[in-house]
């Protein structure tokens, strides 16, 4: 079992809140990963992180922002949420080395903005 | 840039029986890892199995094993003696050794049902 924490699992919440998801991992993984995913459908890939103080936009445009100021943790925030922001959000992170890594993944944050 | 294709939304499999789960790609680069992670439902997502570009050899995993065609750019999993456990959202994934931060590229998956 990979190492890597999300809360909350469950969020309702509504419109115009400002939102934090956390992620945390116990592995000294260097490469963070959030990920945005629809009931079903495929993962994009919204911010990654190479290490600390290192964050960088993903392949989907997320009104979302991110930080990383220790190693361990990668929260997600939103400033206003809107129910366009209704989705699952996945956290995953990867050791250095070779591209064979594997990302491992945490159980996700189920977000439903009213 | 590279893409990831999975042709088959569902599929169902009777227990103990063998599924194979397609999966096509496209990059223009030659150093390249391909996976397959798991999906069970509410749960967490996990690697199943993984390819080294460079490698003719298939990978196995158990009852898991990929037939990996790199001219035709193919990369199929096949589940053997399927179990009820088994049940999940299927996912290819590609990475290309240059790729910025290690990043992952997914196809959409594959829904499979394993029935008792």
């Known amino acids: 079992e990979a190492d890597i924490y999300q809360t909350p699992r469950y969020l309702v919440i509504g419109t115009g809140k400002k939102i934090t998801l956390e992620c945390s991992q116990t592995?000294?993984?260097?490469?963070m990963y959030w990920y945005q995913q629809d009931p079903g459908m495929e993962l994009h890939l919204i911010h990654y992180?190479?290490?600390?103080?290192?964050?960088e936009k993903g392949d989907l445009s997320s009104e979302s922002t991110v930080s990383r100021i220790r190693t361990e943790h990668f929260p997600l925030t939103l400033e206003s949420a809107r129910p366009s922001h209704t989705s699952q959000y996945l956290c995953a992170s990867s050791a250095s080395g070779t591209a064979n890594q594997p990302q491992h993944f945490g159980d996700g944050t189920r977000l439903s903005i009213l | 840039a590279q893409t990831v294709t999975q042709s088959q939304p569902e599929m169902s499999v009777q227990e103990a029986e063998t599924v194979t789960l397609s999966c096509t790609y496209d990059?223009?680069?030659?150093?390249?890892?391909l996976f397959w992670y798991k999906q069970p439902p509410s749960r967490q997502m996990i690697l199943v199995i993984r390819?080294?570009?460079?490698?003719?050899q298939n990978a196995t995993e158990n009852r898991f094993s990929v037939n990996f065609q790199k001219a035709a750019k193919s990369f199929s999993l096949k589940i053997s003696d399927s179990q009820l456990g088994d049940t999940a959202m299927y996912f290819c994934a590609l990475r290309v050794a240059r790729a910025a931060g290690n990043k992952l590229t997914f196809g959409g998956g594959t829904r499979v049902l394993v029935k008792p």
């Open positions: 390819q080294e570009a460079y490698k003719q």
């Open positions: 592995m000294g993984h260097d490469k």
């Open positions: 990059t223009s680069e030659n150093n390249y890892y």
């Open positions: 992180s190479y290490g600390v103080n290192s964050t």
